[in-house]
């Protein structure tokens, strides 16, 4: 499976992006589909996620109520939609197919990865 990332950009505080995640390659659907990200110093970490099946979705506690996380198993993409955007959020964003090797809240868990997409939100 190759993903492809896009949709980041410099953004104002309380502003919005989508991100999206382009899958090609083995079917897609049968993958479970996580986003995370990584701030300068910091290590990768756990954003969201969505099952393939049921669409069953997760969310870190610092994104609950901001951002939603979805999928079109029929174009091969998911999406990020963030809302209400903090400066905090300032990261590369990364998207992941697998989730299924132990805990979905670790990137060790996910079998493929895009190029990341770097989000700034400005204050």
């Known amino acids: 499976v190759q993903l492809q990332a896009s949709g980041g950009g410099l953004v104002q505080a309380g502003g919005s992006l989508r991100l999206s995640c382009v899958a090609s390659?083995?079917?897609?659907?049968?993958?479970?589909m996580g986003w995370f990200r990584q701030a300068p110093g910091k290590e990768r970490g756990f954003v969201a996620a969505?099952?393939?099946?049921?669409?069953?979705?997760y969310y870190a506690d610092s994104v609950k109520g901001r951002f939603a996380i979805s999928r079109d198993n029929g174009k091969n993409t998911v999406y990020l939609q963030m809302n209400s955007l903090k400066p905090e959020d300032t990261a590369v964003y990364y998207c992941?197919?697998?989730?299924?090797?132990?805990?979905?809240?670790?990137?060790?868990?996910?079998?493929?990865w895009g190029q990341g997409t770097l989000v700034t939100v400005s204050s």
């Open positions: 969505i099952t393939w099946s049921v669409g069953f979705t």
């Open positions: 992941a197919a697998g989730g299924k090797r132990g805990s979905r809240y670790l990137p060790s868990s996910y079998d493929y």
């Open positions: 390659g083995r079917t897609f659907s049968s993958y479970d």
